[in-house]
């Protein structure tokens, strides 16, 4: 059976808030000892291993620990997800990046007792130099590219929702991706970075359209019609056998919380949905998705890569210069 990789971003709940540019974030409130118990539970259910990337914050806060060492307990792999979560990586220095990666790997060591080899960006935030700090610290893939077009659009809705001036939405500027995102390759290839070469594995969209499929999306289609979004992401393996890509499907903790679980995310799209019915239209999915491939974490997908011969790709990041000007005043509401 054909290979594909499963993986969830971890992203916390203070995360969500400080992008959003919601108060009381600094006092990083967590809900991971009420959603990782969730998502594990319906992971076992269905033999799935995955990889959970991690953000190296969570990982210093003892109130994480628990929920963080039952992740690598129930055999699943960990990534890095970088130190603060911060979308405008891409705009870190070199030392500035080895710092941010360095006390990531410390923390997630410490607190789940294994060293994370591989690594997503924040809201895909990837540089050239990022992935040079990643060949140095030994990492073997990279997992931060989301080729899709719709990446400005989620942009323009993340902005309409926001409380940013304008300072912070310079920083945002290049949140969920350019236009030109959409031209990346779905297939896995190696960044030719001089002397060393990094392994992508890009989260997968849709062959041709580059429409997206991660969970959330799918939920966001099963708000309107359950049967519909099953069918669509049926569809999108289906374009994914035809055309020999390996999907990598992503994962969210809001994947496995409803409104009632979280209130305090309200904001976002899928949140209309209580948690139970949520689970069970995110279960449908993983169900779907490991009939019609073997599912394997990250880590596991870049070992079979690894006597591949795949295709070299030079870094190809706009400069800062060229990076689009956010709009400055938010769309009316309606
Ligand atoms: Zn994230």
Redesign the pocket.
């Given at each position: 059976m054909n290979t594909a990789s499963l993986s969830l971003?971890?992203?916390n709940l203070w995360?969500y808030m400080k992008t959003h540019g919601d108060a009381g974030w600094e006092r990083y409130p967590s809900y991971l000892d009420r959603m990782v118990p969730l998502a594990l539970r319906c992971l076992e259910e269905r033999d799935l291993q995955i990889t959970f990337?991690i953000?190296g914050l969570d990982a210093s806060l003892a109130q994480n620990h628990q929920a963080l060492r039952s992740i690598v307990e129930a055999g699943h792999e960990v990534g890095n997800?970088?130190f603060h979560?911060e979308?405008w990586l891409h705009l870190y220095d070199d030392s500035r990046l080895e710092d941010e990666l360095s006390r990531a790997e410390n923390a997630i060591v410490t607190a789940t007792g294994v060293r994370p080899d591989g690594f997503?960006?924040?809201?895909f935030s990837l540089s050239e130099t990022t992935l040079r700090v990643l060949a140095r610290r030994g990492y073997r893939y990279d997992a931060s590219t989301f080729p899709t077009y719709l990446g400005p659009l989620a942009r323009a809705y993340y902005f309409w929702t926001a409380k940013l001036d304008a300072e912070e939405k310079k920083r945002r500027a290049k949140l969920f991706g350019s236009v030109k995102d959409g031209l990346r390759p779905l297939k896995p290839y190696r960044w030719e970075l001089g002397e060393r070469r990094m392994l992508e594995i890009p989260v997968t969209t849709m062959p041709v359209s580059k429409a997206p499929f991660h969970v959330s999306y799918l939920l966001f289609l099963s708000m309107r019609s359950h049967l519909a979004a099953c069918a669509y992401f049926r569809l999108a393996l289906g374009m994914c056998r035809l055309t020999g890509v390996q999907p990598s499907l992503l994962l969210?903790p809001l994947d496995f919380l409803g409104g009632d679980d979280c209130p305090e995310l309200a904001f976002f799209p899928a949140m209309g949905v209580d948690g139970e019915a949520k689970r069970r239209w995110t279960g449908d999915y993983l169900d779907i998705y490991r009939k019609a491939f073997h599912v394997v974490p990250m880590g596991k997908h870049a070992d079979l890569l690894a006597d591949a011969s795949l295709p070299l790709r030079k870094p190809d990041f706009p400069r800062e210069d060229e990076t689009a000007t956010p709009p400055t005043e938010p769309a009316p509401q309606t």
């Open positions: 971003d971890l992203d995360s990337f953000v997800h970088s979560h979308p997503r960006g924040p809201g969210h």
